[in-house]
Antibody
Framework: EVQLVESGGGLVQPGGSLRLSCGASGFMFSNYWMSWVRQAPGKGLEWVANINEDGSATYYVDSVKGRFTISRDNAKNSLHLQMNSLRGEDTAVYYCTRGTIGTPGTDYWGQGTLVTVSS | QTVVTQEPSLTVSPGETVTLTCTSSTGEVTSGYFANWFQQKPGQAPRALIY???IKHPWTPARFSGSLLGDKAALTLSGVQPEDEADYYCLLHSGGVQVFGGGTKLTVL
């Protein structure tokens, strides 16, 4: 069974940093693109970043470029999102998602971890 | 970046057919955008329904189908069920970047 379990969320002050993690199990992690998607309270979904199978290629939404870094550890089946210079508008539930193989897409989602940026 | 637009809300009666659409600010949505569709119910994580414009996941109910309609991507629900009441999001791929639509709130009355 495919499982994605996010951790690392919490309350952080504006300008602060937080590192999210996603533990993957039930599939060959190193064969899949992975992504982070977020959802602000009461709002829609926003794609944040993704990373290819070996970590050599990463992409970001404009609003987080230069502040967030996506990375992965294939030996530990884990995905990470380092978030620096956090702003109030970064407050959201952050989901870890798995890409499909072959045709671009997303299949599995974690349950999410809440990040609250507030003083 | 690209802005993706969906109907904010739609209302349908059980058993009817409804089509949700997804447009891109950059122009026609083609198969090269590999449109994805997701369903989200209150308090739950999203669930994937369609990828690659019209490919269903193993768990996707048969009444859901994806397509291209004119210059848009579309999700059609044939024979809507009460449990289909939810928010629906499309996702378009452009190179390595992905963009979600604003979502459609589907009400089944």
């Amino acid at each position: 069974e495919v499982q994605l379990v996010e951790s690392g969320g919490g309350l952080v002050q504006p300008g602060g940093s937080l590192r999210l993690s996603c533990g993957a199990s039930g599939f060959m992690f190193s064969n899949y693109w992975m992504s982070w998607v977020r959802q602000a309270p009461g709002k829609g979904l926003e794609w944040v970043a993704n990373i290819n199978e070996d970590g050599s290629a990463t992409y970001y939404v404009d609003s987080v470029k230069g502040r967030f870094t996506i990375s992965r550890d294939n030996a530990k089946n884990s995905l990470h999102l380092q978030m620096n210079s956090l702003r109030g508008e970064d407050t959201a539930v952050y989901y870890c998602t798995r890409g499909t193989i072959g045709t671009p897409g997303t299949d599995y989602w974690g349950q999410g971890t809440l990040v609250t940026v507030s003083s | 970046q690209t802005v993706v637009t969906q109907e904010p809300s739609l209302t349908v009666s059980p058993g009817e057919t409804v089509t949700l659409t997804c447009t891109s600010s950059t122009g026609e949505v083609t198969s090269g955008y590999f449109a994805n569709w997701f369903q989200q119910k209150p308090g739950q994580a999203p669930r994937a329904l369609i990828y690659g414009t019209n490919i269903k996941h193993p768990w996707t109910p048969a009444r859901f189908s994806g397509s291209l309609l004119g210059d848009k991507a579309a999700l059609t629900l044939s024979g809507v069920q009460p449990e289909d009441e939810a928010d629906y999001y499309c996702l378009l791929h452009s190179g390595g970047v992905q963009v979600f639509g604003g979502g459609t709130k589907l009400t089944v009355l």
